[in-house]
């Protein structure tokens, strides 16, 4: 069922890497310039041959290859994935090296003049690592007040990752690789040969909390009236004690506030000594008026760096329900103040979402400009897993821009598409340009891509994917990189007869996809109602034991009673 190969290396040494030997490389921004004017010079013939094509595939009648659809899972390349192409695919295609291969893709509605040609089609698909998990756990509380959630909150694979998974680990800092995949049921679908594929990233597990270097916090608290709905500033009040309690006496904490303006409550302070000073500021959080994000934001950046310690993790934790109303309230703005402070002092951001009522697209983009990543909490018991369990133990990073690209073989895959990462599209020739931003993670996290893929009818068993794993080590900055395969006879009779990891993934997939029925996002392949979704999912977790998929499933039985 799955494969990982590879041992870890190191790029920069291998000829075949970068055209270089013995680890030098030519200067990388003249380089990256002069790519972008060969870009433009080919914008013009790229744009002719495309019409070109389109003519001719009009003329033939089409096939495997010849879909045309306006869905962000197709195209070619990105994340979206792409339709099978020509060639005679007598070889799975690599990675694609700096600047040879593949579409330059972007955000939905951003401009970027490196972003200038039309789509080539191919085999790869290419995105930033994200273990974001906010949008499930936002729909959840959705649900529970009995409405269905916005299908623009909706971002799959923040679902698919909400869910524990057994993927081996490594030693050290980085990632092993694992690729499984299994055939869906070919009478819901209108076409056969369509399975689910799942690439598992896996760092390795959180050890000790000695362990790791000393962490150097600031905890940005929105203050304002909104927050004194309960489940907002009472949750955040029990989630900075919970903080204190389980901090070493050698990490550091500041506490900045915001409503209509912003306040350094506490300077950045060492706990060994200072428990009770720091309580007695987190006991004083009082909500007060409007909310000016960027107020609180600026003052709780400013702080980080007054507080800087060499050597330590750096990290901004915003704690909020991101629903700016006062002062600079332009996303742009905000984005670009964190995403200074990352550049020049390596600080991370990460978020924390609280209350019904949630700016879940702005916590969002402000986590991802700040190198970090978001979750949400609805009630106590969460916030005593996140703030007591889960960040102490994860302060520390193992990874940093952290790409992942998958090279789909053309002889045996006529069409793949990927499952959300919407907003973490990286261009294909960008996979190996470390000036492009990755994702950061830390010890014990996951990361799951799931695809859809249709394989060609009528091919012989073969070599399906190989997937390349690609990041910065935390502390050298040297890359590395790691690679795991799976061949076509591996696939799985069913995806619901496997395992339990593949099956949790499916359902939290095919639960995101039926939750935005916008006519944007094209189905999923071999999608049961959500009926029977949930009845699969309350199977599962009889047969594991595993309260999560538990919860999942009622998730799922609400969402269908909604419906």
Known sequence: MKRTTDPTTDPTTDPTRDGTTGGTRAPRRQGARTRRGARRLRTALVALTAASGLLLTACNGGGHGDKASGSSYEGGGGPGGGTGGGGNGDTAPLPAPDGTRGADRQREGEQDDRRDIAPDPDHLSTFALDVDTASYGYARRTLSEGRLPDPSTIRPEEFVNSFRQDYERP??????????????????????????????????????????????????????????????????????????????????????????????????????????????????????????????????????????????????????????????????????????????????????????????????????????????????????????????????????????????????????????????????????????????????????????????????????????????????RAPREKSGTLEAEDLGDSVWNGGRGLAVTATAAYFADALRPDGRHRALPGAPGLGELADRAAGLADRTGDRDVRDLAEAIRTADHLS
Request: aromatic letters at 4%; zero cysteines.
């Open 171 to 476: 030693d050290g800092n980085g990632f092993t690789v694992t690729v499984d995949g299994a055939r869906v049921d070919g009478d819901r679908t209108d076409e056969d040969d369509w399975s689910l594929v799942r690439v598992g990233l896996a760092t390795r597990s959180a050890g000790p909390d000695g362990d790791r270097p000393p962490a150097a916090l600031t905890f940005v608290v929105d203050v304002s009236g909104s927050m004194a709905e309960p489940g907002r500033l009472d949750l955040a009040r029990e989630s900075l004690a919970a903080m204190t309690d389980r901090l070493r006496d050698e990490d550091s904490m500041a506490i900045v506030t915001f409503s209509d303006e912003a306040e350094t409550v506490l300077p950045m302070t060492r706990l060994d000594g200072n428990r009770d000073e720091i309580r007695d500021a987190v006991d004083t959080l009082e909500p007060a008026r409007s909310t000016d994000l960027g107020a609180g934001v600026e003052t709780g950046y400013e702080t980080a760096v007054e507080g800087l310690r060499e050597g330590a993790t750096n990290r901004v934790v915003l704690i909020s329900d991101a629903l700016a109303n006062t002062g600079d309230t332009d996303a742009d703005t905000l984005l670009e103040r964190i995403g200074e402070s990352r550049r020049e002092h390596g600080i991370t951001l990460f978020g924390v979402g609280v209350g019904s009522d949630y700016g879940d697209a702005l916590m969002e983009r402000l986590a991802d400009k700040g190198d970090g990543h978001t979750v949400y909490v609805s009630d106590e018991e969460e916030a005593r897993e996140v703030f007591g369990e889960q960040l102490p133990r994860n302060v520390d990073l193992t990874a940093r821009d952290a790409k992942a690209q998958v090279a789909f073989d053309p002889a045996t895959v006529a069409e793949f598409r990927l499952v959300g990462y919407e907003n973490r599209r990286v261009a294909d020739e960008d996979f190996r340009d470390d000036d492009v931003d990755g994702g950061e993670v830390g010890p014990g996290h996951t990361v799951t891509a799931l695809y859809a893929v249709r394989t060609r009818s009528g091919a012989p068993d073969g070599h399906l994917a190989t997937a390349t794993v690609r990041w910065l080590d935390p502390r050298s």
